[in-house]
């Protein structure tokens, strides 16, 4: 779908339209996050062709109680959609009084969008073993067989607000 930035709008979107458009539409990444904080739209003439959801991080370390991670971000395909809805989620992580906002990559993807949305690549991680993390069991596919998370390494980008 090609489409004139100046006609996407931000739009709230309640948790379960959200998780029910990733679910249709996320290109590798069939799991949804165990919740979220809350979550952006945008839409077209009223069809929404993205989302975003932002959740406390997964990762115990940067659960800090003033962080936040975008945990997914999906489009249609739509122009500059992915920045936007970054930069919507820390504008709104801002002024909710959140310090630090983190968001991962796969190591394919080249990172345009965080980077225009004023995040800075912070690590670059090995693939990990979800099978068992700090004493507590994460299963690596879900009910249907499918891998939760893609493997590989992935990309740590942070953004201070």
């Known amino acids: 779908m090609s489409v004139v930035a100046t006609r ?10 959200a998780r ?10 069939r ?10 739209a945008l839409a077209v003439d009223g069809e929404i062709v993205a989302v975003a959801l932002a959740g406390y991080p997964t990762a115990e370390g940067l659960n800090d109680g003033r962080s936040l991670e975008i945990t997914r971000v999906c489009t249609l395909g739509t ?11 820390a504008r709104a992580a801002k002024a909710l009084g959140f310090s630090t ?22 690590a670059d991680l090995d693939e990990r073993d ?8 994460r299963y690596q596919e879900n009910l249907f067989g499918e891998p939760r998370t893609p ?11």
């Not at 996407?8 to 339209?17: D, F, H, T, Y």
């Not at 122009?79 to 919507?88: I, M």
């Open 101 to 122: 906002l983190w968001t991962y990559t796969n190591e394919n993807e080249p990172g345009t969008s965080p980077r225009a949305a004023g995040f800075t690549l912070d």
């Open 151 to 161: 493997p590989g390494r992935k990309l740590r980008w942070r953004r201070d607000l």
């Open 130 to 137: 979800w099978s068992a993390e700090s004493g507590r069991h």
């Open 31 to 40: 799991s949804l996050p165990a919740g979220d904080v809350f979550r952006v």
């Open 8 to 17: 996407l709008e931000l739009v709230p979107i309640k948790q379960k339209a």
């Open 79 to 89: 122009p500059n959609a992915c920045s936007r809805l970054y930069g919507a989620l």
């Open 20 to 29: 029910a458009f990733v679910l249709q539409h996320h290109r590798h990444n």
